[in-house]
């Protein structure tokens, strides 16, 4: 049973900064595009941003130049800089994995961001 966990949600003020990070557990695979969604009450989620295997990058308009995301491949993590906070991308922030060989997708359970204004 494969798991993500992430970590690294909380509250900060307007143009604070936050870095999450998730990784699985559990069954191991080898893990190919990685990525990051939002939602906002009362809102679909939304891709933030992704990352491929060989690392090539895609952001929302809502997340270009201010979120940064990364991995390390070696520990099967990605991670979401995410700098300039705006009471706007308060939400919950999911991790999304996928399997490299299958394309199976695995969900994080999410981690609450709040920015405070």
């Known amino acids: 049973q494969v798991q993500l966990v992430e970590s690294g949600g909380g509250l900060v003020q307007s143009g604070g900064s936050l870095r999450l990070s998730c990784a699985p557990s559990g069954s191991s695979f080898r893990v190919g595009t990685m990525a990051w969604y939002r939602q906002a009450p009362g809102k679909q989620r939304e891709l933030v941003a992704d990352?491929?295997?060989?690392?090539?990058?895609n952001y929302a308009d809502s997340a270009k130049g201010r979120f940064t995301i990364s991995r390390d491949n070696a520990k099967n993590t990605v991670y979401l800089q995410m700098n300039s906070l705006k009471p706007e991308d308060t939400a919950i922030y999911y991790c999304?994995?996928?399997?490299?060989?299958?394309?199976?997708?695995?969900w994080g359970q999410g981690t609450q961001v709040t920015v405070s204004s």
């Open positions: 999304n994995a996928k399997n490299f060989w299958t394309g199976s997708s695995y």
């Open positions: 990352i491929s295997s060989a690392g090539s990058t």
